[in-house]
């Protein structure tokens, strides 16, 4: 294995809470994803939001 485990950890929680839902609050649903760094978008009402590159803040 390569870099170390503390490393590996804090990569794994970047990219566990990059890949998962957020809530919109525009319609009120958990439908917002990253759409790139910085965007998220919802797939429910589709509107789009700046934001942090990691997690939606």
């Known amino acids: ?3 170390g485990a503390s490393l590996r950890k804090q990569i794994k929680k970047m990219e566990v809470s990059q890949h998962a839902k957020y809530f919109c609050e525009f319609c009120g ?3 917002v994803k990253r759409k790139a760094v910085g ?4 797939k429910d009402c589709g509107k789009v939001k700046a934001g942090g590159a990691y997690t939606l803040m």
Request: aromatic share 30%; hydrophobic share 30%.
């Open 29 to 31: 649903k958990y439908a």
């Open 39 to 42: 965007i998220w978008g919802c």
């Open 1 to 3: 294995t390569r870099y």
